[in-house]
């Protein structure tokens, strides 16, 4: 099973119509996917006790996270970085063992020039920190608000063959770590 994370929770947001269409590309290819999308975490996390315990209605993020032979995440680049949301969302994983060995690749996303390149860099060194296997190929998708079409594919059929391409690749990734072979 691949986690798919969108990585805000600011409403209406472009990362959530990607991580659709990565989600997409993956159930194609016959994988199991769980979609987390940062909307929906519960209130309660943003309290300081969550540090301490964490809510129980946090439980299913948590499982999702335990239960992934690998997350994709697509990464929105806010103010040069990663959006705050997704930094509280790996603060209350479990430590260390909620992305030990789990394989990850990012998607950028921005409105930008760049695609979410800082922040999808910045957000692969937590990655590393946690002891992840991050994977070779990364997408950024700039200028995003131009990018989505009617029904969610990209307009531009050069992108749209490398999303695919970097999200079966992924997917081709988790296997073989899976089975011992990176």
């Given at each position: 099973?691949?986690?798919?994370?969108?990585?805000?929770?600011?409403?209406?947001?472009?990362?959530?119509?990607?991580?659709?269409?990565?989600?997409?590309?993956?159930?194609?290819?016959?994988?199991?996917?769980?979609?987390?999308?940062?909307?929906?975490?519960?209130?309660?996390?943003?309290?300081?006790?969550?540090?301490?315990?964490?809510?129980?209605?946090?439980?299913?993020?948590?499982?999702?996270?335990?239960?992934?032979?690998?997350i994709?995440?697509?990464?929105?680049?806010?103010?040069?970085?990663?959006?705050?949301?997704?930094k509280?969302?790996?603060?209350?994983?479990?430590?260390?063992e909620?992305?030990?060995?789990?394989?990850?690749?990012?998607?950028?996303?921005?409105?930008?020039?760049?695609?979410?390149?800082?922040?999808?860099?910045?957000?692969?060194?937590?990655?590393?920190?946690?002891?992840?296997?991050?994977?070779?190929?990364r997408?950024?998708?700039?200028?995003?608000?131009?990018?989505?079409?009617?029904?969610?594919?990209?307009?531009?059929?050069?992108?749209?063959?490398?999303?695919?391409?970097?999200?079966?690749?992924?997917?081709?990734f988790?296997?073989?770590?899976k089975?011992?072979?990176?």
């Amino acid at each position: 099973m691949i986690a798919v994370i969108s990585g805000t929770n600011r409403q209406d947001n472009m990362s959530s119509r990607v991580a659709a269409l990565c989600r997409s590309i993956l159930e194609n290819e016959g994988e199991q996917v769980t979609f987390l999308d940062l909307r929906e975490l519960p209130d309660a996390l943003f309290r300081p006790e969550a540090y301490a315990r964490k809510p129980p209605e946090f439980e299913p993020f948590q499982r999702a996270i335990l239960e992934a032979d690998g997350i994709l995440t697509v990464v929105p680049e806010y103010n040069g970085s990663f959006p705050g949301v997704l930094k509280l969302f790996i603060d209350m994983l479990r430590f260390p063992e909620s992305l030990v060995e789990v394989p990850a690749a990012f998607v950028g996303v921005a409105a930008g020039e760049w695609g979410g390149l800082r922040a999808v860099e910045q957000l692969e060194m937590i990655f590393q920190y946690r002891h992840a296997h991050l994977f070779g190929r990364r997408v950024f998708l700039k200028g995003i608000g131009e990018l989505l079409g009617p029904g969610g594919r990209l307009t531009d059929p050069e992108l749209e063959t490398r999303l695919e391409t970097t999200v079966r690749g992924f997917a081709a990734f988790c296997r073989a770590v899976k089975r011992g072979r990176v």
